[in-house]
């Protein structure tokens, strides 16, 4: 074998190894024909190198075998290192040409079994490994052996052929990386092959027939990891201008030899703003040192201005109330650096819209109509020369970024597909998605999935709203959908989120051990203060809820019922109060949080 194979050879990833699980090692074993070297690492310390054979085995070692399909990376803490790898793996698509796999089995290897363990440290490993189980229920990971991932369609189409020769992992967008934290150990010790590039997000492809056309739409969503987190718990931007649940969604459409890409982006409003969670239904909204809100701003959409060139932003959230004062503070930050190439469209979703008009989401296209059609979208011919290619993109945001702007994107994305359809000659000028009803039901579906994902990465459920972005109406079983979605968020805001979110943070090797925020520790005195009473407060307030709402039904006809009915509510008045008062004591927080917050 030549030189120039050995270098290709050397590159390319490997996509299936035998792990075998000995006592003192696992010893990794590439099973695809890519290397002649085994990968060793140590139980006891987590130290890595290659070996040319497997050790002696016999009857008494007797060793677990199991087939994983790549190494996502090592955490390496004062406890020990840890080993993160794909034990199954789900064909969900290809990205121009190229297998796309989604992670739907992940292990952690514990490389900690050193005999001087002191009680200090099995205490904190102790604690981590909570963190750990939560780590390997991380939905939404991505990957592909060939192909760079974490860049779009327009930018891989400008990257040379010298770029693309590099290993994977050397041609990743950091913003997008999601292991990036967990490759450093594999890149210091040059085991290139088992540097495997993951992301966050989504990927769902349909294909349909349109009149005699085949017609292919990829939809992918690259999560930024630089303020990555849950709803709650990471709101706003960060003083370096990364904005929370910032998401890059790329629609591609493939058809009659065509390829054609639409990028578009949402993420938090970015300026310093937080919502601590305190046992309340919606905590209020509360911004952190307001003066240097324009600076973060200005950092944040510069950023965006050299990634995608011109920037149209979108704030969906409400004109009054506590939104209102969001968005006040947002428009007047924004506006000495509007221009041009900046511009901000505020849209009151609710107001316009309400619970079921959001065919009225037409206003707001007009308002944007001409920024799309200026600004354009990538086209490829045949032969993979550019035609035309975007230079703006369109920045979405409500206060979760989830909902509303899921609903407001699809609307774009389906206006910018009719648009590309049109161009390459599969639909006439006047033909529209929904003149193909079975393409049209599809592409609903398609953006449903896309804002689920999306949705459960950031608040724990599906979307709210789903049900027009997947049927194309509103319908009662979707509003009692958004009601439990509604519900199980609440919980999980408050009781769940904070080990999850101690779990994100020590993947992404942003924390530091203490209490959260500017919280004191809680005492271990006192009932409610356990972890069993969150449980019972939840229950105690719903309970007096659902009892309170029947019990002034049946007052209509009954004085008896009126009495319980007034009983209740101040029971739930009450709990209220007292859930203000003292909330934020018994809510689920973060023991670990960004050294940069």
């Not at 707001?364 to 993979?384: A, M, T, V």
Request: include cysteine; glycine fraction near 6%; charged fraction near 25%.
């Amino acid at each position: 074998m030549d030189g120039t194979n050995d270098a290709n050879r050397s590159c390319k990833l490997h996509t299936r190894l035998r792990l075998w699980e000995f006592a003192d090692r696992y010893i990794f074993e590439p099973i695809d024909g890519l290397a002649d070297f085994y990968l060793s690492v140590s139980r006891a310390n987590g130290s890595m190198n290659l070996v040319e054979e497997l050790p002696s085995r016999s009857p008494s070692t007797n060793p677990k075998v199991r087939t994983v399909y790549g190494v996502i990376g090592v955490l390496k803490l004062a406890v020990g290192s840890y080993f993160l790898v794909i034990t199954d793996r789900d064909c969900v698509g290809s990205y121009l040409g190229h297998a796309i796999y989604k992670v739907t089995g992940l292990k952690v290897l514990s490389c900690n079994k050193s005999p001087n363990t002191s009680s200090e440290q099995k205490k904190m490993e102790s604690e981590i490994s909570e963190l750990l189980v939560a780590a390997e229920r991380t939905m939404g990971l991505y990957f592909s052996y060939d192909i760079n991932l974490t860049l779009n369609s327009q930018k891989l189409c400008d990257i040379n052929d010298e770029f693309k020769s590099r290993p994977l992992w050397k041609q990743a967008e950091p913003r997008f990386l999601w292991n990036s934290y967990l490759l450093e150990p594999l890149i210091e010790n040059k085991l290139d092959q088992y540097l495997l590039p993951v992301i966050q997000g989504s990927f769902q492809n349909i294909h349909a027939e349109v009149g005699s056309e085949k017609v292919d739409v990829t939809l992918i969503a690259r999560r930024c990891t630089g303020r990555i987190g849950t709803r709650m718990w990471r709101r706003g931007a960060d003083p370096e201008g990364y904005a929370a649940n910032f998401v890059e969604s790329e629609q591609i459409v493939q058809s009659k030899g065509y390829t054609a890409s639409y990028v578009q982006v949402r993420g938090s409003m970015p300026f310093l703003w937080e919502q601590i969670v305190d046992l309340t239904y919606k905590p209020s909204f509360d911004v952190v040192r307001q003066e240097e809100a324009p600076r973060v701003l200005e950092r944040h959409f510069n950023d965006l201005k050299k990634k995608y060139g011109a920037v149209l932003a979108v704030d969906l959230v409400n004109t009054n109330g506590g939104e209102g004062r969001l968005r006040e503070r947002y428009a007047k930050s924004i506006e000495p650096i509007l221009n041009d190439d900046l511009r901000y469209v505020h849209f009151d979703f609710h107001r316009i819209c309400g619970h079921i008009h959001f065919e009225r989401l037409s206003q707001l296209y007009e308002q944007i109509e001409d920024y799309l059609k200026k600004h354009g979208y990538l086209l490829l011919n045949e032969k993979g020369e550019k035609i035309q290619e975007q230079d703006g993109t369109v920045r979405t945001n409500c206060i979760d970024c989830l909902d509303r702007t899921n609903v407001t994107q699809s609307m774009i994305g389906r206006r910018i597909l009719e648009s590309q359809l049109q161009r390459i000659g599969v639909f006439s000028v006047s033909d529209t998605i929904t003149k193909y009803p079975a393409f049209d039901a599809s592409y609903k579906v398609l953006w449903a999935n896309h804002g689920d994902a999306i949705s459960i990465q950031y608040s724990g459920t599906p979307a709210l709203k789903g049900d027009f972005v997947r049927y194309g109406k509103r319908s009662a079983q979707g509003i009692l959908n958004d009601l439990q979605y509604s519900l199980a968020r609440y919980y999980l805001n408050n009781f769940a989120d904070g080990t999850k979110q101690d779990a994100m943070d020590l993947l992404q090797g942003r924390y530091i051990t203490s209490v959260s925020r500017d919280m004191a520790a809680p005492t271990k005195a006192g009932y409610l203060e356990s972890y069993a009473s969150v449980r019972i407060a939840f229950a105690l307030v719903s309970g007096a809820l659902l009892f309170m709402m029947m019990s002034l039904r049946q007052a209509r006809n009954d004085a008896r019922h009126l009495l319980l009915s007034l009983l209740w509510a101040g029971l739930c008045i009450g709990i209220t109060h007292f859930v203000r008062a003292n909330g934020r004591v018994f809510t689920n927080r973060p023991r670990f949080h960004k050294s940069r917050d």
